[in-house]
């Protein structure tokens, strides 16, 4: 088997892979994001396509310095109107937010691929809707104390694994893709290519 290399920071992608029992090292991509996100806009890219270039860009970036290894890339957007959204950089940002998700549906543009030197092997997209409950401000306030500055780390400004989970009044799709790798058929493929001992 060669090695699996996850090209993400990422703790919550790297926490599926080992709850699946997948074999793999870690090692970041230094892709500049904000660049390529500019450009798939400026380009009329739609938020599939620019999740998915996202993905491509950190996998083939960490694939060419480790030709031998499968390398994983991921990315997810989330879009709401047609409007991209990104990781709010603080709690003032996280709070305007969630009053901008609130009673709304938005949906999650969740994108993975694996790249082999200077090729993308496959390459998958899912995009699950949620919508939130109508919050009060002090619904948000209570919230964001308690979840802390860790939802930063998250492009909607929640963790639905954790106490976000309370902010939805439904979810429409695959779990892991939610929290940011459709992890299934990253499996199925890594399973066909023997890249698993199960």
């Not at 400026?42 to 999740?51: E, K, Q, S, T, V």
């Not at 879009?79 to 969630?98: I, N, Q, S, T």
């Not at 892991?176 to 890594?190: D, E, K, N, Q, V």
Request: glycine share 8%; with cysteine; hydrophobic share 40%.
């Amino acid at each position: 088997m060669s090695r699996i290399i996850l090209a993400s920071g990422s703790q919550i992608r790297a926490q599926m892979l080992r709850n699946a029992g997948v074999p793999f090292e870690i090692v970041p991509s230094d892709v500049d994001e904000a660049s390529i996100k500019e450009k798939c806009w400026a380009a009329g890219n739609d938020l599939r396509d620019i999740a998915m270039r996202l993905a491509e860009a950190k996998a083939l970036s960490v694939s060419k310095q480790n030709e031998d290894a499968y390398v994983i890339g991921a990315d997810q957007v989330l879009g709401l109107d047609g409007k991209l959204h990104d990781k709010p950089v603080d709690m003032d940002e996280a709070r305007v937010r969630l009053k901008e998700f609130s009673g709304r549906t938005h949906t999650l543009y969740s994108a993975a691929c694996i790249a082999r030197g200077s090729d993308v092997m496959w390459q998958v997209i899912d995009y699950p809707t949620l919508t939130m409950c109508t919050l009060s401000d002090e619904t948000i306030d209570r919230y964001l104390a308690e979840a802390g500055e860790g939802i930063l780390s998250s492009v909607g400004a929640y963790q639905l694994e954790g106490v976000g989970a309370r902010l939805f009044h439904q979810v429409h799709g695959n779990y892991f893709s939610i929290l940011g790798l459709p992890l299934l058929p990253l499996l199925a493929f890594l399973r066909e290519q023997k890249q698993l001992g199960y």
